[in-house]
């Protein structure tokens, strides 16, 4: 691996060297009158290493009946300046050891387009085609980016339950873990059950966040969460990953300027380390790739109340599909006019309707309003959304009754407020829908190796 690495470095600044071996899988081959080529990637770069392979090679015509499409190799050879068209650098091929065959009538790999629904048949496989590949090396930025914003500001990476007794989001799309027999009479008998009680997979981790924010003042999250939501649509998963950061004595101003400053670091991290495959996306899949990018990362982001963004809608010609009222929640299709046509830059909405937001959030001045924000990029709409909590008991208890939370399942968290309180802040980011709005992918299925979605959870 390091070898191959060392490859792609060489390929990326044209400074041929000698004697090197690589491993990987075969791409492509072409047999010519006297010589051969093939190309060779081992996941690690967008561009493929062209092997040249000459007769004198070792038994070289029975090597050729196998170097198949899908074939796992080991070359050792010379690297030196291509003389053909496409590449700079190439390989002699002095002794090809084949690991593991691919038979050409079965491996549904081969060198054409295949659509995106046929490769999601094929998880096991996809990742060997260009796009995929570029996808996953994208994600894998990203998520170093994450971690690495995180570290430098002193956070605490924590890892918070999958398996939870609470819903956070109050929207009861949660996925049951019981060790009963749901056929059994007692299935309700949860004193039975594995753990005494109902659980359930976690649909966000911020509650837990919330708690050792208290005792580590800057915390965040990044793992699994699931949502047992019906939807079958190109942007939702029912197993995807959340990043959530937790601030203690941060308010709604700090939340912001943090979700700001964090988009910026993670485009930017993700340029600089992805380059070609960035490339790849804005030329391959949506010519605004790198643009959008820029956006982000070389714009200040708009900041406007949720009132005055009702009112901006109201007064504007365009039609929408979904009426807008002060009151009502905002729509995909008014998010993406507010950010990509009006102001054209990443907007944050600040100070929506208590009836529209979750018993959490801060309640503000005026009674009617919260101290949330979200985040609305040019294209996709919301890609964040966060708040400052709701740090007075009273008023916490309150809300959780009007909004039909009980307070017993909730006992921990009201302590929260009872043993030393502060005001603290906080957003969560959908993994996915970041990765997917980076690479201008259709669908959120192919930006994560292994999609969980309704009746869909193969491999």
């Known amino acids: 691996m390091t070898e191959n690495r060392r490859i792609a470095e060489i390929l990326r600044n044209g400074k041929p060297e000698e004697s090197v071996k690589i491993q990987g899988w075969v791409r492509t081959k072409r047999e010519l009158k006297g010589f051969a080529f093939m190309e060779v990637n081992d996941g690690s770069y967008l561009a493929n290493l062209q092997v040249v392979l000459e007769p004198k090679l070792p038994n070289y015509e029975q090597l050729l009946k196998h170097l198949n499409v899908g074939a796992s190799v080991e070359v050792t050879g010379v690297l030196a300046e291509s003389q053909g068209k496409g590449q700079q650098i190439e390989m002699k091929a002095s002794l090809v050891k084949i690991y593991g065959e691919a038979n050409p009538e079965t491996y549904p790999l081969q060198k054409k387009r295949h659509s995106f629904e046929f490769l999601r048949t094929i998880g096991h496989l996809r990742s060997r085609t260009n796009t995929l590949g570029a996808v996953f090396r994208v994600r894998n930025a990203c998520s170093s980016a994450i971690h690495q914003f995180f570290r430098e500001r002193g956070f605490l990476w924590i890892h918070t339950p999958i398996i939870t007794t609470s819903d956070c989001e109050g929207a009861g799309e949660l996925f049951t873990v019981t060790s009963l027999d749901p056929t059994a009479s007692n299935q309700q008998d949860y004193s039975q059950d594995f753990f005494g009680s109902p659980a359930y997979l976690t649909v966000s981790g911020q509650l837990e966040a919330e708690a050792m924010a208290m005792a580590f003042r800057d915390v965040y999250t990044f793992g699994p969460t699931f949502r047992a939501e019906n939807s079958n649509t190109s942007r939702h998963l029912a197993e995807f990953w ?4 937790e601030m203690a004595f941060c308010d709604l ?11 910026k670091y993670v485009f930017s991290f993700v340029l ?10 804005n030329k391959r899949m949506d010519q605004s790739v790198l643009a959008t990018a820029d956006n982000i990362i070389n714009n200040e982001f708009e900041r406007i109340s949720y009132t ?3 009112a901006l809608l109201e007064k504007t010609n365009r039609k929408f ?16 006019y507010l950010s990509q046509d009006y102001f054209q830059k990443p907007v944050i909405v600040t100070d929506y309707p208590t009836g529209i937001k979750a018993f959490y959030m801060r309640l503000n001045d005026d009674a009617k309003t919260v101290a949330a924000m979200d985040v609305l990029a040019p294209k996709i709409g ?8 709701e740090e007075r008991l009273d008023v916490l208890e309150r809300r959780m009754h009007e909004a039909g939370m009980p307070a017993d399942d909730l006992w921990w968290y009201l302590d929260l407020r009872r043993y030393g309180t502060v005001p603290h802040a906080g957003f969560g980011l959908g993994f996915e829908r ?5 690479t201008g992918m259709d669908n959120i299925r192919d930006v994560i190796p292994f999609p969980r979605t309704p009746l869909n959870a193969e491999f």
């Open 242 to 245: 959340m990043v959530e950061p």
């Open 253 to 263: 101003g700090g939340d912001m300027d943090l979700a700001e400053a964090f988009l």
């Open 272 to 281: 600089e380390t992805c380059p070609e495959d960035m490339e790849f996306f």
């Open 308 to 310: 005055d963004a009702i």
């Open 321 to 336: 599909q979904y009426p807008v009222e002060w009151g009502l929640d905002l729509q995909s299709e008014h998010e993406r």
């Open 382 to 389: 919301e890609i964040i959304g966060g708040a400052q909590r």
């Open 434 to 438: 970041l990765v997917q709005f980076m």
